[in-house]
């Protein structure tokens, strides 16, 4: 592997001013369950890693407030899964943690990292996306917030400025009524690159019968990054959700999806898989909020 | 191309130790060409096998994925530092009864992975019990034999 010098931080400020000073010049490094295994294989390279697994203190942390839910950085997926601030309507976080890696990396593996790594194979990216969340970005000259969705500008590309930390996410607040489920394909359940990854989160009227937002989120809808399925929320908006409507939804995902053959499945295989998700998560997630 | 060097203290199978490590030091590397220990196999290097799990404070880790320039204070236990646990003697009996171990390459990092779900969880689920060795490769594809000495061991740990 070739080598890199690290620079570990005396506290949060200092990795700023680091940050600050090297710019592009510094890669940053959490727990590196992604970017060691690039460092190795050559597909990454760094001169400079920024060592902010120490950071802990400052961006660790899980916490409600005013309805939202806020997660550090350095939050792992264990973290998440384990936390009893989760609640019933978010468990699609904790459906997405267990397929998620395996236990050893759902340890290490951080929420930061998840998202700043930006690929249709970071498993959380469609959960956060599906919970409009919103990322925090830190820097010497202060903190600016904006959506996950706008954070997220490619494969391995996000709208992070130089000096910048991703400091954490925002997740809901979710409307009372709402509910929430995930699924995901590979080739096997463990440790394994999603070939539909899916996350749906359903927001009803009073009624419990008809949608007011339904939010769908997908590892691809066009391209190779995770993005919203906005057709298909436009057109469950305001509808009673029955088995027609359903299905009329999984063809507006039909329409909506714009997917490409790759040495893992076909354009084919994954939309098929993805409107069999919709059906089954849409319905899982009414079922969450009706109880029956 | 610069490659710092870091001055590392960590408490390792109840030991403290302090070295110098190179940044690209994984722990593994240091668990096994520095401190000898060698029931941590170095299988993949890029976090896919699970071989090199050991429990890094507390949690169940791959080691070849953890930078050892980040073990500043951490707390490690490898399967030599758990050999007079009483549930580890409980482990080793049931593979032994099971014949769990064939080859034996993954039969460290299974037991350390059934230490560690059995400690979090006295009665652990059939489901629990293959979700928690599920990160680990076992190449000779003896998984049934190793499943059914954690179960076994857990069962009679009960109180």
């Not at chain 1, 706008?150 to 509910?179: Q, Y």
């Not at chain 2, 080793?92 to 560690?116: E, H, I, R, S, W």
Request: aromatic residues 4%.
């Amino acid at each position: 592997m070739p080598g890199y010098d690290i620079y570990v931080p005396t506290d949060l400020r200092d990795a700023l001013s680091y940050l600050d000073d090297l710019g592009e010049a510094t890669s940053i490094i959490a727990r590196g369950t992604d970017l060691l295994p690039r460092l190795r294989r050559r597909r990454a390279s760094a001169a400079s890693l920024l060592d902010i697994s120490g950071l802990g203190g400052d961006l660790r942390y899980i916490r409600s407030q005013d309805g939202s839910l806020h997660v550090g950085a350095l939050s792992t997926v264990s973290d998440l899964m384990e936390s009893p601030l989760i609640g019933r309507e978010m468990e699609l976080v904790r459906e997405a943690g267990r397929k998620f890696g395996d236990p050893q990396i759902r340890n290490v593996a951080t929420v930061g990292g998840n998202i700043c790594s930006a690929t249709s194979s970071e498993d959380l990216i469609p959960v956060f996306l599906a919970l409009d969340a919103r990322v925090k970005l830190l820097s010497l000259k202060g903190e600016r917030a904006l959506p996950l969705k706008d954070f997220i500008k490619g494969k391995r590309t996000i709208s992070k400025k130089s000096g910048e930390i991703l400091s954490g996410v925002e997740l809901g607040p979710l409307p009372a009524n709402s509910g929430s489920a995930y699924e995901k394909l590979g080739r096997r359940n463990i440790l394994i690159i999603a070939l539909v990854n899916e996350a749906v989160v359903l927001t009803m009227e009073a009624d419990r019968e008809t949608v007011r937002a339904a939010r769908v989120a997908l590892n691809r809808v066009a391209g190779r990054v995770p993005q919203r399925a906005s057709a298909v929320e436009e057109y469950l908006a305001g509808r009673r959700l029955g088995a027609d409507t359903i299905a009329a939804a999984q063809a507006v995902l039909s329409s909506e999806l714009d997917l490409k053959n790759d040495f893992r499945a076909s354009g084919e295989y994954r939309s098929e898989i993805a409107k069999v998700y919709l059906k089954r998560l849409l319905e899982l997630s009414a079922f969450r909020i009706r109880g029956t | 191309m610069a490659l710092s060097k870091h001055f590392v203290t960590m408490t390792v199978n109840g030991a403290e130790r302090s070295l110098h490590v190179d940044s690209t030091d994984s722990l593994m590397d240091i668990l096994r060409d520095r401190l000898d220990l060698k029931s941590v196999k170095d299988g993949c290097r890029s976090g896919d096998c699970g071989l090199c799990a050991v429990l890094l404070d507390g949690k169940l880790v791959n080691s070849c994925l953890v930078l050892a320039a980040q073990c500043r204070g951490s707390v490690v236990t490898t399967l030599e530092g758990l050999v007079e646990d009483p549930l580890m003697k409980v482990l080793q009996q049931k593979f032994l009864k099971y014949n769990a171990a064939q080859c034996g390459f993954c039969t460290p990092a299974m037991l350390v992975a059934a230490k560690d779900i059995v400690s979090k969880n006295a009665k652990p689920s059939e489901d629990e019990v293959r979700l928690g060795i599920s990160g680990i490769l076992c190449r000779c594809t003896g998984y049934y034999p190793i499943f059914h000495a954690i179960l076994e061991a857990a069962e009679e740990r009960k109180p």
